[in-house]
């Protein structure tokens, strides 16, 4: 979960589509180098980390190494690794050989003495060092977080969405290119344990009066997904009968929270049987699923879900929708699991496209509520949160520089897919539309278009301006009317070139019947005043 909002005006041509825009940052060579697909990235295919830290809480540092397996995909003899300042690469080695390198600020270039032969797979291993940035405001600003519980043990998280996971370990970091699978192996002060993303393999005694926890990975998984909670936590479990049969619940929680915990997380079960409907099964089942407590707010990480929401429903005590339906669940148990779904499952491939994580998420909170308490609740719940709705820039954000678009992600993205849902007008196709995406598109990363045209394929409807209306542009489409000789006379207004989205009005019998307004005056004879359905996404004007 993540809002990133920048400021100012300007007039852009963006896909096709005309529109008011805010004008582009200033980017740098350091974005480009993090959020493009550049040549020393292109020729090599992620496929296996091993990543191994000693964490020293007494000074805040860690240091450990990161073995890195990949497929040579075309000639090259250079390799970049990311890692941020103020980290450093003390070494990188290959088959035992050390390489020489050159640091561009938070990007490594390697220079690979061994032949790299297409259709290969080779390794190299990356030993780093030093004190990683300090998490201002996790997880929205994140890094390491050094805590201490309640009792003066050492409480310690990371968290890194937007920033990067290279601001902790060395890696590819960028979205398009997951590892496959991943050993994660971290050594802690003796008393405390780690929690990490997968299984647990084995606990390591070593002789320096630590611990080393080793935590299999057995999916594909996003860099910023990979994490460390360290503390002293306490640990129950269940069994959850699901989709693809027995899928392993655990949750970690410190003793203190242990009584609420077991009560609070029973919603967990509850999430698991709505979001299998939904969505299809849980995309992870080889790798369990995990609920851990945190000290911040809580992240979606890839089986290792993070909780700090104060075992509490809504959001910190709230409901956003402001309808009484978000008090009923826990927020940061619903949304961030949906990100299993959304984000963990079906990946972003630039983070431009992060609505693809983000409103679909939203919109499961929308689902959880139905499926628990009816469909005009969850109906009720989207639309209630677009009072929360900015449209001071669009969704998606500048591609190739590690940028998302704005916060609308969330409510107004949520909100286009409820629109969206309305104009299929069938609710056994839109669950399937759902469910279809996350097998089509299971453990990959996507972009904009593709998730578009599979759900305007499968609705068997063109909604690509539909899209282009909410994704691209900050005006919300206005129905403006006005009476006339016996009935009304309608169009579309502050909206793109050739937007003809079809939508639902009350008419004369008290029923709702589809009209198909387009940028052209159209008449409707029997209707005198224009009552929409307000489960679509749009402004009313009268004449």
């Known amino acids: 979960?993540?809002?990133?909002?920048?400021?100012?005006?300007?007039?852009?041509?963006?896909?096709?589509?005309?529109?008011?825009?805010?004008?582009?940052?200033?980017?740098?060579?350091?974005?480009?180098?993090?959020?493009?697909?550049?040549?020393?990235?292109?020729?090599?295919?992620?496929?296996?980390?091993?990543?191994?830290?000693?964490?020293?809480?007494?000074?805040?540092?860690?240091?450990?190494?990161?073995?890195?397996?990949?497929?040579?995909?075309?000639?090259?003899?250079?390799?970049?690794?990311?890692?941020?300042?103020?980290?450093?690469?003390?070494?990188?080695?290959?088959?035992?050989?050390?390489?020489?390198?050159?640091?561009?600020?938070?990007?490594?270039?390697?220079?690979?003495?061994?032949?790299?032969?297409?259709?290969?797979?080779?390794?190299?291993?990356?030993?780093?060092?030093?004190?990683?940035?300090?998490?201002?405001?996790?997880?929205?600003?994140?890094?390491?977080?050094?805590?201490?519980?309640?009792?003066?043990?050492?409480?310690?998280?990371?968290?890194?969405?937007?920033?990067?996971?290279?601001?902790?370990?060395?890696?590819?970091?960028?979205?398009?290119?997951?590892?496959?699978?991943?050993?994660?192996?971290?050594?802690?002060?003796?008393?405390?344990?780690?929690?990490?993303?997968?299984?647990?393999?084995?606990?390591?005694?070593?002789?320096?009066?630590?611990?080393?926890?080793?935590?299999?990975?057995?999916?594909?998984?996003?860099?910023?997904?990979?994490?460390?909670?360290?503390?002293n936590y306490v640990h129950f479990s269940e069994k959850y009968k699901g989709l693809k049969g027995d899928l392993d619940c655990n949750y970690y929680v410190l003793p203190e929270d242990l009584e609420k915990a077991k009560v609070q997380f029973k919603q967990v079960p509850m999430m698991l049987k709505a979001f299998e409907h939904w969505f299809g099964p849980y995309p992870f089942y080889e790798d369990g699923y995990k609920l851990v407590q945190v000290s911040y707010l809580g992240m979606e990480h890839q089986s290792s879900v993070t909780y700090g929401n104060k075992f509490a429903n809504g959001y910190l005590g709230r409901d956003l929708s402001g309808t009484g339906w978000g008090l009923k669940w826990d927020f940061i148990i619903v949304h961030e699991s949906g990100h299993e779904w959304f984000a963990n499952n079906i990946t972003d491939k630039d983070i431009a496209d992060m609505w693809i994580h983000e409103s679909f998420t939203n919109y499961s909170e929308s689902l959880f509520t139905e499926y628990h308490f009816g469909k005009e609740a969850g109906a009720a719940y989207v639309r209630g949160c677009r009072k929360l709705i900015g449209n001071q820039e669009p969704i998606i954000g500048d591609y190739e520089v590690n940028e998302s678009g704005s916060g609308d992600m969330y409510y107004k993205g949520g909100n286009m897919l409820h629109t969206i849902r309305q104009i299929i007008d069938n609710d056994e196709k839109w669950r399937q539309i759902l469910v279809g995406l996350n097998k089509v598109f299971y453990h990959q990363t996507v972009d904009t278009k593709q998730i578009e045209n599979y759900i305007s394929k499968k609705a068997g409807i063109n909604l690509s301006k539909v899209f282009d209306q909410y994704l691209r542009n900050t005006k919300i489409p206005t129905l403006e009317y006005k009476v006339e000789n016996g009935g009304i006379t309608y169009r579309w207004t502050t909206c793109i070139d050739g937007f003809s989205m079809p939508i639902k009005i009350e008419n004369a019998k008290g029923k709702y019947q589809f009209i198909q307004p387009s940028t052209e005056w159209k008449s409707l004879k029997g209707v005198t005043e224009l009552k929409i359905d307000e489960n679509f996404y749009v402004n009313v004007k009268k004449d």
């Open 1 to 231: 979960m993540k809002f990133i909002i920048t400021l100012c005006l300007c007039i852009q041509s963006f896909f096709g589509v005309s529109q008011l825009f805010q004008p582009k940052k200033a980017y740098t060579r350091q974005d480009t180098l993090r959020g493009s697909i550049t040549p020393e990235r292109a020729w090599w295919n992620l496929q296996y980390y091993h990543l191994s830290v000693k964490i020293q809480p007494n000074d805040s540092t860690i240091s450990g190494n990161n073995l890195i397996t990949y497929k040579v995909l075309k000639p090259a003899q250079t390799i970049q690794i990311d890692l941020q300042n103020p980290m450093q690469i003390t070494k990188v080695e290959q088959d035992g050989q050390s390489l020489n390198y050159k640091r561009d600020g938070n990007a490594f270039f390697v220079e690979l003495q061994k032949k790299q032969v297409v259709g290969k797979t080779e390794s190299i291993k990356v030993f780093y060092e030093g004190k990683p940035r300090i998490a201002r405001r996790p997880p929205w600003d994140g890094g390491f977080s050094w805590k201490k519980d309640s009792e003066g043990n050492w409480f310690i998280t990371t968290s890194c969405q937007g920033l990067g996971a290279s601001v902790w370990w060395p890696c590819k970091d960028h979205m398009y290119d997951e590892a496959d699978s991943m050993l994660i192996s971290i050594t802690v002060p003796k008393k405390l344990q780690d929690i990490s993303n997968g299984r647990l393999l084995r606990v390591i005694d070593n002789p320096d009066d630590t611990r080393t926890f080793d935590w299999f990975v057995s999916n594909p998984i996003n860099n910023y997904g990979v994490n460390i909670n360290i503390g």
